[in-house]
């Protein structure tokens, strides 16, 4: 009998734990849910920094070439 009652009484905590796991889930979801959007405009903000960044450095490396090779053709004149 005192089996019986440890069995009903494990599978009644592991019910309670299923549903503590579910709910705490839920919460973590709501959570991050919430702080979503915060977080993607931190990412495209990096991201415009980043691409304005790396176009600004291909475009001094552009105009260098271009000039390199102007100032080369000059002599050619």
């Given at each position: 009998m005192a089996?019986?009652?440890n069995s009903e009484g494990l599978g009644?905590?592991?019910e309670h734990?299923?549903?503590l796991q579910?709910?705490?889930r839920e919460e973590v979801a709501k959570a991050f849910e919430a702080t979503l959007?915060?977080?993607l405009d931190g990412i495209k903000s990096s991201l415009k920094n980043f691409?304005?960044?790396e176009f600004a450095t291909f475009k001094d490396e552009?105009?260098?070439e271009?000039?390199?090779?102007n100032d080369g053709s000059q002599g050619f004149s």
């Open positions: 089996d019986e009652h009644h905590e592991e734990l299923t549903e579910v709910m705490v959007p915060t977080h691409i304005s960044e552009i105009e260098k271009i000039k390199e090779l």
